[in-house]
């Protein structure tokens, strides 16, 4: 892995749980940028808007800090983590309590320069 031809973006406080972010996330891997760009902002997902921040962050920084051509970048790898959970309570019947849990992601989106497009399994 030639660490010139990629970049990287981060998020470490996304509020979804990671099982959801996962689903969307793994719909751009191995995406041109510019479909993947498309994807997110036509996605129905409200947290696809962040995601779409993310990866331009992640094109910004590979067309500023490492003088990569936009259009032959392809999102390499996308992953998402587990990150802090905010614990909340709901009242209940009798003086008892429910917890919810608020569940936080993080996510990373590593983008590639490619010179060819690489053939999937036909």
């Not at 008892?96 to 497009?117: G, M």
């Amino acid at each position: 892995m030639n660490q010139n031809l990629i970049a990287i973006a981060k998020d470490n406080m996304v509020r979804i749980s990671p099982n959801k972010l996962n689903i969307l996330i793994n719909t751009i891997v191995n995406m041109k940028v510019s479909e993947a760009i498309n994807q997110l902002k036509f996605s129905s997902k409200r947290v696809s808007k962040q995601v779409l921040k993310i990866l331009n962050a992640a094109v910004a920084n590979a067309e500023n800090n490492k003088q990569l051509d936009i259009d032959k970048l392809f999102v390499k790898e996308a992953f998402v983590g587990k990150s802090l959970r905010m614990k909340r309570w709901r009242p209940r019947a009798k003086g008892r309590a429910a917890s919810i849990i608020k569940p936080f992601s993080k996510v990373t989106i590593v983008v590639e320069e490619r010179s060819q497009i690489k053939k999937e399994n036909s």
